[in-house]
């Protein structure tokens, strides 16, 4: 009972993060404030009220309009909190907070997840990683390494396991000239490496291409033509590293199960 409460909460919680990954996704390089300003509508300019900013319930009631000049609000606002919230809610399902440890992991996982969440959705829009949000990820990947290190597991593969895994992305990059894979790509995958380790981060990468693959095929399909604009690979990337994190999937059980 305490537990199904606590993966509700942990929803909610998300829902709200989610609502603010929102707001630095929208103002992250525009030269608006993230802190500061109360949240406004694109359109009309109107300072939303609270009842206006609750998420997704806000966007369903008001049929996904503005409630004073109509116009239409952007899908990402509930998919991001949407799907923040069931981040979190898997966090706590998958790994409950059982100590006080378990729980600093956990708001460790929570950040990581959130910053996962602003990498795919800017890239989706601009085709570009801003290099802060990779190495904060990395960051957060290098605090989960010391936090395993103080309870005595610490693998030096692991440390490695960032370097060696962006290595192939890189020389992707390198060798097409940027045309196949991005710098930020290969930048995003060291935080994988190190969040992962070696054996699981392999994984993701796999994943990743697989995914990838198959969405590639599928937009040819539907657009029945040859994929002219660059498709962003962190939301692949990213999918595979949830996938692998979430289900404890590692390279080497992939390799079994072919
Ligand atoms: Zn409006």
Request: proline residues 3%; glycine residues 10%; aromatic residues 14%.
């Amino acid at each position: 009972m305490v537990f199904i409460f606590s993966i509700i909460v942990a929803f909610v919680l998300g829902t709200i993060i989610g609502s603010f990954l929102n707001v630095v996704i929208l103002r992250w390089n525009t030269g608006a404030s993230i802190a500061v300003d109360r949240s406004r509508c694109f359109s009309c300019g109107r300072t939303l009220r609270w009842y206006e900013l609750i998420p997704v319930v806000s966007f369903l009631v008001q049929g996904g309009r503005c409630r004073s000049c109509g116009s239409r609000l952007s899908w990402q606002y509930p998919l991001v909190e949407m799907g923040t919230g069931v981040l979190f809610a898997l966090v706590v399902w998958l790994f409950p907070p059982l100590s006080s440890l378990g729980a600093l992991a956990d708001a460790l996982y929570f950040a990581i997840v959130s910053v996962l969440m602003v990498i795919v959705v800017y890239d989706l829009r601009h085709k570009i990683i801003p290099d802060i949000f990779s190495y904060f990820f990395a960051f957060l990947a290098m605090v989960l390494i010391m936090l395993h290190a103080s309870v005595g597991i610490f693998d030096w593969w692991t440390l490695a396991a960032g370097p060696l895994l962006a290595l192939p992305l890189f020389l992707l990059w390198l060798v097409s000239g940027g045309r196949w894979m991005g710098l930020g790509d290969a930048k995003l995958t060291l935080g994988i490496g190190w969040m992962l380790g070696l054996n699981a981060g392999g994984a993701a990468l796999v994943m990743a291409f697989w995914i990838g693959a198959i969405v590639g095929i599928a937009l040819i399909i539907v657009h029945r033509m040859r994929l002219k604009s660059e498709v962003p690979f962190a939301p692949f990337l990213i999918a595979g590293t949830l996938i692998v994190f979430f289900t404890g999937l590692t390279f080497t059980s992939l390799a079994l199960f072919l």
